[in-house]
């Protein structure tokens, strides 16, 4: 997949502030734009050089936390060491993006004191920006054996990419708000009010799934099922004929009492989170719900499954990583804290293959972290909330935001230490 390169940085700016008597007493962080070897602050508030490892520094890692706050549970204090949370946060000087120019309305250009970017790291680039739905992007797609990138969004689209021009060459109207899309194979899958419509991109074939009352939120596979999280709080099912090469329905999973927003299969077990503030882990070969886990206390934005752990996230700001203890049972392990509502979990690996996470927040930034010490990479702004993300071939991956628009980013081969 090849697409028209971008700057990197966009128009990162740095200045010099007027009057050295105002200028305050040096802090210990190091500078981002000196280490960058671009800085014209004279003089500069930051440090030209680099700390020592064990000198402490302010902020959040000086209370023991790295980008944001974490916990153990406290029934596994008796526990081994755990892993999660003990990475470094890398010592970047926090730097401030303009929101004038994230809105698209900043007046003093290269003149502006703070920074023109659509993100801040050394590990992906943007490469572009892709334009076209009216609307908060909702799923992103990349069937096997097409060469089409697939977008749907609450604006009644699904658009179709070129995936070498990153030109759109196809628009089709679904007649309602697209609230999920997952492919599967050369399988497409779309979530929309009442209905899960099946696209197969190779023999040009489709197929409405019925069932579904009010709108679809959430679409996985596993097990060699097709399983849908909707509004009136079931899951559905549904298995492939071969023989009549169409879905028939298989079960209907009923437990949760409110909608079920975000669905992971791993394991023979599906996960599904809702907005009653609960996960329930079902069997996928008895359909039977095994567990339900209360710890969080808002909205179950997203689960993800890592390992052998099982990663979610809510609006309670908070991603939780869960284990199996010897009966089998789930329970949280780590908590890692975050200041807004985490929207969407992202698990990718790296060009290195180290494990990393990408978290949507509500506050329009994704937050990039190493996986599992929670060290964080890199943050990609957006004039909206992001709530699709998807991986791609070849270092890609793919984000979707709340003005409708996609941007596609590549992971460089250059890592931070």
């Not at 003089?43 to 520094?57: D, G, N, Q, V, Y």
């Amino acid at each position: 997949m090849d697409f028209e390169s971008a700057d990197r940085y966009g128009n990162r700016r740095a200045y010099q502030r007027p009057g050295t008597s105002q200028v305050p007493e040096r802090v210990n962080k190091v500078c981002f734009h000196w280490r960058a070897g671009r800085c014209n602050r004279h003089p500069c508030a930051f440090l030209h050089s680099e700390l020592p490892e064990h000198m402490p520094t302010d902020g959040p890692a000086k209370r023991g936390h790295q980008q944001g706050h974490a916990s153990r549970n406290p029934a596994s204090a008796g526990a081994p060491p755990s892993k999660w949370g003990k990475g470094r946060a890398g010592g970047k000087a926090p730097d401030k993006v303009c929101n004038y120019f994230l809105a698209g309305n900043c007046s003093y250009g290269e003149r502006c004191r703070f920074l023109h970017t659509w993100f801040m790291s050394d590990s992906f680039s943007l490469l572009t920006q892709l334009q076209g739905h009216q609307k908060v992007v909702t799923g992103i797609a990349l069937p096997s054996g097409s060469d089409k990138l697939y977008s749907c969004s609450k604006d009644e689209s699904v658009r179709v990419w070129d995936t070498q021009t990153g030109q759109c060459v196809g628009v089709i109207n679904m007649g309602s708000e697209v609230g999920c899309m997952i492919s599967e194979g050369p399988w497409l899958f779309i979530g929309v009010s009442n209905a899960v419509k099946a696209w197969n991109t190779q023999t040009v074939t489709d197929q409405s799934l019925d069932g579904p009352i009010g709108q679809v939120y959430s679409l996985t596979v596993g097990n060699g099922l097709l399983f849908a999280g909707t509004q009136d709080a079931r899951i559905l099912a549904w298995k492939f004929s071969a023989a009549g090469n169409v879905f028939e329905p298989a079960a209907s999973l009923s437990g949760h009492r409110l909608a079920v927003v975000s669905l992971v299969a791993g394991a023979m077990k599906l996960y599904s989170g809702s907005m009653d503030n609960s996960i329930k882990v079902w069997d996928l070969a008895t359909f039977q719900c095994l567990q339900t886990l209360t710890d969080h206390t808002s909205v179950v934005m997203s689960v993800l499954c890592w390992d052998h752990f099982l990663l979610s996230s809510s609006l309670d700001n908070t991603i939780k990583v869960w284990v199996a203890t010897e009966s089998g049972n789930l329970e949280v392990t780590y908590t890692h804290e975050e200041e807004h509502g985490v929207l969407a979990l992202c698990g990718m690996l790296d060009t290195e293959g180290k494990p990393v996470i990408l978290c949507s927040c509500n506050d329009n930034i994704i937050r990039v972290y190493d996986l599992p010490s929670f060290s964080e990479r890199g943050k990609i702004f957006s004039k909206e909330e992001m709530r699709a993300i998807q991986i791609g071939p070849g270092g890609l991956f793919f984000t979707g935001d709340g003005t409708g628009e996609l941007k596609v980013w590549r992971w460089s081969t250059k890592q931070n230490n």
